[in-house]
């Protein structure tokens, strides 16, 4: 029996990961925001990843209930939202995007480190250059440009979790999957949930490592493969974490 913990595990792949997961045997530590959503889990965790000091209670609370989490599932995120969606801001001032789906889970990974075996990011095969002269797109906003630019954010910090011997992996569990984020955006249904937790379970039962689209392994953009560039995001990610917290 392995204890995971699967964040944003009140609906779509996350929660079809937790059930499954529990189904199985293993120990699910659930994450979401809403309580009410988790009252099926015997173990949860509440907090909004839009805000860094939540994130750091978080862990603070799992540091003090586990002795050792055999993986830990970044799944939560905000999807590129309905078409027209103007840029918008996490409680802590940053680009939305980038402070749920990239910076959160960033932060939790490291505080967690020093009791977790793994780290699975739930990606996206959707990908975009940071400009580190504009990390927050204070300028040329786009909502496809923000979730993308998040998503390649997730496979940097996991290359350099590899980088630096921890079993990590990110991928693309699939396209388009039947999730209330694909529908908002307006997107074309291609793929289930249940086909994307395939390829997410098959990263959480192995020690494979890297970046996958499905069940095999992929290229990523080619900054993911810049070891400047990602020094300048984790740079970048310490500083933030820092003045947000002090």
């Known amino acids: 029996m392995k204890t995971i913990l699967v964040t944003g595990a009140t609906s779509g ?4 990961l937790a059930n499954r997961l529990t189904q199985a045997g293993d120990r699910v530590i659930a994450h979401g925001r809403d309580p009410d959503k988790l009252r099926d889990f ?10 860094l000091r939540q994130v750091d209670r978080l862990a603070d609370e799992v540091l003090g209930n586990h002795e050792w989490i055999d993986v830990l599932v ?4 905000v999807g590129g939202g309905a078409p027209g969606t103007g840029r918008e801001l996490s409680e802590d001032g940053m680009e939305l995007r980038f402070a749920v789906n990239y910076l959160a889970g960033y932060h939790l990974a490291r505080r967690l480190l020093p009791i977790t075996g793994r780290v699975v990011n739930v990606a996206s095969a959707g990908q975009h250059a940071i400009d580190f002269t504009d990390p927050m797109l204070g300028k040329g906003y786009s909502r496809q440009r923000a979730y993308s630019q998040s998503k390649l954010a997730q496979i940097m910090f996991t290359f350099d979790l590899v980088d630096d011997g921890v079993s990590a992996a990110a991928l ?9 984020m694909v529908r908002e955006a307006g997107a074309p249904v291609l793929s289930t949930v249940a086909e994307g937790a395939e390829a997410t379970l098959s990263l959480i ?3 494979e490592t890297g970046y996958f689209n499905g ?3 992929a290229r990523a953009d080619s900054q993911a493969y810049d070891r400047a560039a990602r020094r ?7 500083s ?7």
């Not at 970044?74 to 995120?77: E, K, L, M, S, Y």
């Not at 300048?232 to 310490?238: A, E, H, I, K, V």
């Not at 933030?240 to 002090?246: D, F, G, M, T, V």
């Open 13 to 16: 792949l996350g929660l079809e």
């Open 42 to 51: 015997p173990e949860k965790v509440v907090a909004d990843l839009a805000e």
């Open 74 to 77: 970044n799944n939560a995120g």
């Open 172 to 180: 693309h569990p699939a396209t388009y999957m039947d999730t209330h």
């Open 205 to 207: 039962g192995n020690r």
């Open 215 to 217: 069940f095999h392994a």
């Open 232 to 238: 300048r995001l984790r740079d970048l990610s310490d």
């Open 240 to 246: 933030l974490i820092a003045e947000r917290l002090s």
